[in-house]
């Protein structure tokens, strides 16, 4: 069963149940005492605060960003209050100044930020790895590697956090997050909020004061390497001693699966490492072997140390996540003795690649089919619109990371760099995450762009999280709507208007108006998320078969509701099946039937 | 009580269901003593994308992962899925098919055609395949909504899991309202000759 913190439970337990990592870390907040949790929504997180948010004794809300959570947790821990911060791996760059400064300053108040790594890239932008900023920022970083762990890790990271002065990160993968493991649950431990107390020489870093600091920082970080010797989260599991494995985090699952008779040195603190255990592991075993999740990082850590004699990262994999089966053939290809049998795989046939789409009635598909007939080059950012990047929209240029759009808009039109009409296009929740700013610069320089923000009042991409826009908070209870157009002509946008994205023509007369209009001008999208936070379906459109050519014109919205009849197109010239309509997806948007020529996509009637 | 893992990959399009299959599997087993892990990566799920869920059961649960050629036994919300998954089935496995067809929409656009005869696409003399169209046998029972409970029956009735659990699992699982009309399912699936 699980591995976690072995020996180590107290109290009876209030019940065992299987939870996902991500709930685990929300119940490891609950027991531990967490007051404030603040996060920002990414995919493997966000489940986290979705589910901290379940609990009434958490204040847990979505933030603007992830720099935003994160000084916000500074602000509940400054007070003593125990503090968990979430986000994606992405997310910790955005919230690096403010992690590097608080790692500095040191806190009151435990503070744990749970950063998910996404080996494999299954919903992010790049493939980076948590343990790189613990060291950069010097700061302890655990690694659990199932659900049991993740719930007892949250608790022994605010301990080391209030007992060496420092933030703690925890960092989970997209396996971790998203696997359902055995958890036995406890009661919670209160812990009284101290109140702040001030002190400038630790929480002002002017210069003068932050150098003293860093002689803290120093001093804190030898003092963490003698306590990692010692601390019961790294294990060595005796065993086989022909092969010894070095491992972490899911990892030393899929290992165990492999090797069941070799012996483990299983590392639950991955920053600092314990250099006196590994040395002795080492030189304890026949076969050494590092197996690791996502870039090569205790490999170079062992070679900081003098320990070259490895099997490592090059035999496994250069990117994306372990498994069993990489495993395997990584010890096989180094000649890695295994008593297992390999599994014999039989392949039968191909199937059809079967990439994400919009959904049906997608408030971003007829704004981005207007991009398209506009030629316009669309520099756009991350959500579901960037979708429109693939066949058959085809209408997204460049995404680069969140916020990016309006910059890079700016920089291009700054240099000429184009002669087609330049747009950028973002939604509501990346425009209120790093938006905003940016366009402070389009107004400040006063380039000539078109801002387009796709306000579906939600954060859909990574499964409706409410924003400034929507209406309501984490717990569902309702707040504040920001007013975007306010916000832009606050900002000192002069041109200001609303379409209704559903409207291909509509969005053609905007846009022409929007992009001759001298200086920046911003277009507002008025329809809502078809999925979130309420399914939208109106009266579907259908196929009226006798006017349907078969030319498939309707087809280049990409929307999933529309599909190949068994029948012949009656208007066929060459013989093409007539299109159908699936009444049961389709949202009645209307926008394939702005497509057909010879109207015969039409309302159904009753 | 078995003391080797055994191990449930189930794969469909998103929404169609394919995790509460191995949702509930693994409260089943979980109930019934065993350890347990479930996993999938979700993510890109809500916009018709492929689902695949790992469910393992036994005395002592490594990896949450099942490696390719390990799995015991597939259950295939969706044709085409079932062609992709088939990798994972071990040689003595058995696959379950709803015969269900949901073309990629981008099929139509890059001129793919939809595989047929996908039962003999995946015959190969050493596993067995059965398959089935939930979706009829759903509507039957009672509303198109019942194809999960309905192939979860299928499914429960090969894994060494005791009856009685899953029907207390069931139970706690859908309200009042929808209980019934499940068990309905549960049990049509349970029976299916095959
Ligand atoms: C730094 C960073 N944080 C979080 C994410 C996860 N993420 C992907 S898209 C997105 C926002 C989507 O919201 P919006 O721009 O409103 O577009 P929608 O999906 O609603 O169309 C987020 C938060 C990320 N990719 N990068
Ligand atoms: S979740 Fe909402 S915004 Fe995303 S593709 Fe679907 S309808 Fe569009
Ligand atoms: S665009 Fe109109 S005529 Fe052409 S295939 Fe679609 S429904 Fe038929
Ligand atoms: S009206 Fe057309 S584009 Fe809109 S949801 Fe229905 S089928 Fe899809």
Known sequence: ?606 | MKETATNVYVVGVGGQGAVMATELTSEVALAAGYDVKKGEVHGMSQRGGIIASHARFGKNITSPVIGKGEADYILAFEAVEALRSIEWLKPGGTIIVNEQKIVPPIAHFLKIEYPDNIKEKLEDGKRKVITLNAFEKAVEVGSELLVNTLLLGVLSKLLELPEKTWKEVLTKRFGTKMLELNMKAFEAGRTMKF
Not at chain 1, 162 to 183: A, G, M, N, P
Not at chain 1, 303 to 326: A, C, N
Request: hydrophobic content about 40%; some cysteine; proline content about 6%.
């Open chain 1, 1 to 606: 069963m699980s591995g976690a913190v072995k020996g180590k439970r107290r109290e009876k337990s209030e019940g065992r149940v299987l939870l996902s990592g991500n709930e685990a870390f929300a119940r490891g907040a609950y027991e531990a005492g967490v007051v404030l949790a603040s996060a920002y929504p990414g995919t493997p997180s966000s489940e986290i605060l979705l589910n901290e948010a379940g609990y009434k004794e958490i204040i847990a809300d979505w933030a603007a960003n992830e720099k935003t959570a994160f000084e916000i947790g500074i602000g509940s821990a400054m007070a003593g209050a125990r503090t968990m911060i979430s986000m994606k791996q992405p997310g910790v760059s955005v919230c690096l100044d403010a992690l590097l400064n608080w790692s500095h300053t040191g806190t009151p108040g435990g503070f744990v930020l749970v950063a998910c790594d996404d080996p494999g890239q299954h919903s992010s932008q790049t493939e980076d790895d948590t343990r790189m900023y613990a060291k950069l920022a010097r700061v302890p970083c655990l690694d659990p590697s199932d659900s049991m762990e993740a719930k007892e890790f949250v608790g022994e990271a605010l301990a080391l956090s209030e007992k060496f002065d420092t933030l703690t990160i925890v960092r989970s993968t997209t396996r971790v997050s998203h696997s359902k493991t055995i958890v036995d649950l406890y009661p919670r431990t209160e812990y009284p909020i101290k109140g702040f107390e001030r002190n400038p020489n630790k929480y002002v870093v002017v210069p003068g004061r932050a150098i003293l600091r860093e002689t803290e920082v120093i001093k804190r970080l030898a003092a963490l390497k003698e306590y990692v010797e010692t601390s019961p989260l790294n294990q060595v599991e005796w065993n086989s001693k022909e092969v010894g494995v070095i491992t972490s985090g899911v990892a030393y699952y899929h290992a165990k699966h492999v090797l069941p008779e070799a012996s483990f040195l299983k590392l639950g603190i991955s920053f600092p490492l314990p250099e006196k255990m590994i040395k002795d592991f080492a030189s304890k075993v026949k076969r050494l072997v590092v197996i690791e999740e996502t870039r090569p990082f205790f490999e170079e850590e062992l070679k900081i140390m003098g320990i070259y004699d490895f099997v490592g990262m090059d035999s496994f994999r250069v990117q994306g996540e372990l498994d069993p089966d990489i495993i395997r053939a990584g010890l096989k290809k180094a000649g890695v003795p295994m008593e297992q049998p390999e599994p014999t795989v039989i392949k039968t046939a191909e199937a059809p690649p079967r990439p994400p789409v919009m959904c049906p009635g997608c408030p971003h598909r007829g704004i981005f089919l207007a991009f398209k007939k506009l030629d316009a080059n669309v520099f756009s950012d991350i959500g579901c619109y960037t979708l429109a990047f693939a066949p058959p929209i085809n209408a997204l240029h460049t995404a680069i990371c969140m916020g990016a759009s309006i910059g890079n808009a700016v920089g291009m039109a700054k240099v000429h760099g184009t002669d087609k009409p330049i747009i950028a296009a973002l939604g509501d929740g990346t425009f209120v995450h790093s938006g905003m700013t940016p366009l402070y610069d389009a107004v400040y320089t006063q380039t000539n762009i078109t801002i387009v923000i796709l306000d579906n009042r939600i954060t859909a991409m990574t499964g409706g999280q409410p924003a400034a826009e929507s209406g309501f908070r984490a717990n569902g209870s309702p707040t504040v709507v920001v007013d975007l157009e306010a916000l832009v002509r606050g900002i000192g946008i002069k041109f200001v208007k609303h379409v209704d994205p559903y409207d291909i023509k509509a969005c053609m007369d905007v846009l022409k108006e929007a992009i001759a209009f001298e200086g920046p001008a911003v277009v507002l999208t008025n329809r809502p998320c078809a999925l979130m936070p309420k399914k939208i379906k109106d009266k579907p459109y259908m196929v009226i078969e006798d006017k349907c050519t078969g030319c498939g014109v309707c087809m280049s919205c990409g929307c999933p509701a529309i599909g190949l009849s068994d029948q012949v197109a009656k208007k066929s010239k060459k013989g093409e099946k007539a299109r159908t309509i699936d009444p049961t997806l389709c949202t009645g948007c209307s926008v394939c039937a702005q497509l057909c020529a010879v109207h015969a996509i039409e309302l159904m009637e009753k």
